[in-house]
């Protein structure tokens, strides 16, 4: 284990202890009316910053609806299966917060989370038996044109394999439901609102590896033997796509704080989920026949992109445990809107399946961590 896991390992203790009892101390008002404040609908009124300043904690901590939108910029550690596993890599998200707080200091908060990154290979150029080639219809890189080496046009013009190795393919969506409620403001003006919650997160990996040879064999005549009227070309992509789905629940807290046009905010969550998990692996093949060895400026006479091509299919069950951690401060622009930006700190303990081809590392690694962290930007309403 890392020293950084170490150290979120014993933060996300200390906050749970610290949260806990006051997260279970409150009391749940279900008939609160979240309609029942007066919004007066002046979003974009000016700021009266010697108002705010008149103002205690609790009369400026805002209520009734609320809502944040934040772009996420979060590094993503490598599979255990990697050779660079001790690196990772950075992706963008999405994230949305949307809730409300009552008079009564009870409210709810709704939380999605869309990640589509990192997307990070290995690649190689690998430029094919014969660079043009008109004969090549329905080639898997489409219609074939005359290669950039020839043409210098590197990004439309090439008859050619990319090749890739996956390093670090993830993508990640989370949806939570919490109850909230707002505490008393202490001595300083910080206020705390506890949360406890339901959790659902899916968490997506991809692995490929791709390889290529030449040879001269005989696809035309099932079973026939090489021979050196006929070259051919294979590209065998192996991909395996696992899907981590877990559900389960949280409990929080929220801490915040004003100064002047400022509010510096702090959150954590800690959860446990069940992960049900599933891989499907593919094994593709392409292979291309030419009509002599070596196989320049001649036709090309068959092609077969299915050969060797298998589908296999497993699943699993692991328990997942973690936390997620954020700090943020947003700068109020106008009575109702904010400016904000933060950190952000995700770390899935264990429990997850991270992708693996056979021949190219443990496919059988089900119960690996991962951690995210980075950086958040964007706006929020009433916040």
């Known amino acids: ?44 009124a000016p700021v009266d910053v010697e108002a705010l300043a008149e103002l205690s904690p609790r009369k400026r901590a805002p209520v009734g609806f609320f809502g944040t939108y934040d772009r996420t910029y979060l590094w993503t550690s490598r599979s255990e299966t990697e050779q660079s596993k001790a690196n990772g890599d950075f992706g963008w998200g999405n994230r949305y917060d949307l809730g409300y707080m009552t008079d009564d200091r009870s409210g709810w908060l709704v939380s999605f989370r ?17 660079r043009f080639n008109e004969d090549d219809i329905g080639d898997p890189i489409e219609n074939p044109v005359q290669p950039f080496l020839d043409a210098n046009d590197p990004q439309f013009g090439t008859r050619a394999y990319l090749l890739g190795d996956s390093l670090n393919v993830f ?13 008393e403001p202490y001595r300083m003006g910080g206020i705390i609102e506890p949360m406890i919650g339901f959790k659902y997160t899916t968490l997506k990996d991809f692995a490929m590896n791709q390889t290529y040879s030449r040879s001269t064999s005989d696809i035309t005549t099932p079973g026939g033997a090489p021979t050196t009227q006929t070259q051919q070309e294979t590209l065998i992509s192996h991909e395996t796509s696992i899907k981590n789905q877990m559900v389960g629940g949280q409990l929080g807290a929220r801490y915040f704080t004003n100064l002047r046009r400022w509010t510096l905010s702090g959150e954590f969550r800690g959860f446990a989920m069940a992960n049900f998990q599933n891989n499907d692996y593919y094994q593709r093949s392409y292979i291309t026949q030419y009509s002599g060895a070596p196989a320049l400026g001649v036709d090309t006479i068959a092609t077969d992109f299915s050969s060797g091509s298998q589908l296999t299919q497993s ?55 991962v951690q995210l962290a980075g950086y958040t930007f964007g706006l929020s309403i009433n916040r």
């Open 1 to 44: 284990m890392t020293l950084l896991n170490l150290a979120w390992r014993f933060i996300a203790a200390v906050t749970v202890t610290v949260t806990g009892p006051a997260a279970m101390g409150q009391v749940f008002h279900p008939s609160a009316d979240p309609v029942n404040f007066d919004p007066d609908w002046q979003f974009f």
């Open 114 to 130: 869309m990640m589509t990154g990192p997307n990070m290979y290995n690649t190689t150029y690998q430029e094919r038996i014969d």
């Open 171 to 183: 993508g990640l969506n989370n949806f939570e439901v919490n109850k909230t409620w707002r505490r």
């Open 315 to 369: 699943s699993n069950q692991e328990f997942v445990f973690g936390f997620e951690a954020r700090a943020e401060a947003a700068y109020q622009v106008t009575k109702a809107f904010s400016l904000r930006a933060g950190i952000d700190v995700i770390d899935f303990a264990q429990g997850i399946w991270r992708g693996a081809n056979p021949g190219f590392g443990e496919t059988g690694l089900q119960d690996q961590d």
